[in-house]
């Protein structure tokens, strides 16, 4: 019977798979957001957009998790917010469906798929642009140097940190690391870590803020002290405020990651998995050295200026 056929043919808006990321205010997120949107429009998926309102709300994104599974959807990507709090709720929300990593790991076995910048490669390639920029402006791999980590305890970020320590060991030992900050996941703390850093360590040459959050904060520093000549900052990810420091020579480079990438990929496999398809267990979304000499070429502004609708 005619009449019968939109009953018996399923939408394919019937299939609904959630992401939920770690900050929906942050512009990073926001291109997560943008890419997996994106895949939704192409595989006809309903996507609905999670997040709590800032990285350290943990018990907030464990309540979303717990929310979401319960909607019974045919999947859920999601980005780990801590990686031990996390673990056992994803492996309790894998028991009913699918579960899909991006961005940062969590202390469970239960990802059917891990889609992730390789963050201690990640961390290499900051220690590789640092070595570079202090190379230029002092002719010299030498020097004091320095880290600043947004948050404690979050997988991608102890990796980040992990990879530029073994580099600096491994490639540049004249570069001394005399300082190794964690704050809270603040600007103002990464401004206010950076501000003491210059104060009490005059040789200081270079910098590594691991990630967009104290990229900004540290940037700003470098500004108001007029610092850019004699140290020089890499950070990691970007948006308009870094891209602009860079632009004005503020900051010597950023490791930029693929966040369009991951979300778009991260619902593709979702819904692979969902389907009962095979897919990669682990898969490298890529990392960037973004300078001010390169960031006009079409590969980097791709990545810098990324679309949103």
């Known amino acids: 019977m005619i ?23 942050s512009f990073y997120w ?26 350290a709300d943990i018990n907030g994104q464990i309540s979303i998790l717990e929310n979401a599974v319960a909607g019974s959807p045919a999947a859920i990507v999601i980005s780990p ?9 994803i492996t309790e929300a894998a028991n009913s469906v699918k579960i899909i990593g991006i961005d940062s790991s969590a202390d469970s076995d239960a990802f ?48 980040r940190a992990q990879g530029f320590k073994e580099q600096l060991a491994a490639k540049y030992p004249k570069l001394n690391l005399v300082a190794d900050k964690v704050a809270d996941g603040q600007a103002t703390t990464g401004l206010n870590i950076m501000t003491d850093l210059i104060t009490a360590n005059p040789n200081l040459r270079g910098v590594f803020a691991s ?47 693929d966040p369009f990438r ?16 095979a897919v990669e267990k682990f898969v490298d979304t890529g990392a960037n050295l973004v300078t001010k000499a390169n960031m006009g070429d079409e590969k980097i502004a791709a990545l810098l200026n990324p679309k949103l609708d």
Do not use: C
């Open 3 to 25: 009449g019968a056929l939109p009953v018996s043919v399923a939408s394919a808006q019937d299939v609904t798979i959630p992401i939920i990321v770690k900050d929906t205010t």
């Open 30 to 55: 926001q291109i997560v957001l943008a890419g997996a949107r994106k895949a939704g429009k192409d595989l006809g998926v309903t996507v609905p957009e999670l997040g709590a309102q800032s990285e």
């Open 81 to 89: 917010t801590e990686f031990k709090a996390l673990g056992q709720p």
């Open 112 to 159: 059917t798929s891990f889609l992730t910048t390789d963050n201690v490669e990640g961390g290499r390639v900051a220690a590789d642009g640092l070595a570079q920029a202090i190379e230029a402006q002092f002719g010299a791999v030498e020097g004091d140097v320095a880290l600043i980590t947004s948050l404690p305890g979050v997988g991608s970020l102890d990796q």
């Open 211 to 257: 990630n967009l959050i104290m990229a900004q904060g540290a940037g700003q520093a470098i500004a108001e002290n007029n610092a850019a000549d004699k140290i020089k900052l890499i950070g990691f990810d970007s948006d308009d405020k870094l891209v602009k420091f860079l632009t004005d020579g503020v900051i010597a480079g950023l490791v930029v990651q």
């Open 262 to 277: 991951m979300g778009y990929d991260g619902i593709k496999t979702a819904l692979a998995a969902s389907k009962g398809e």
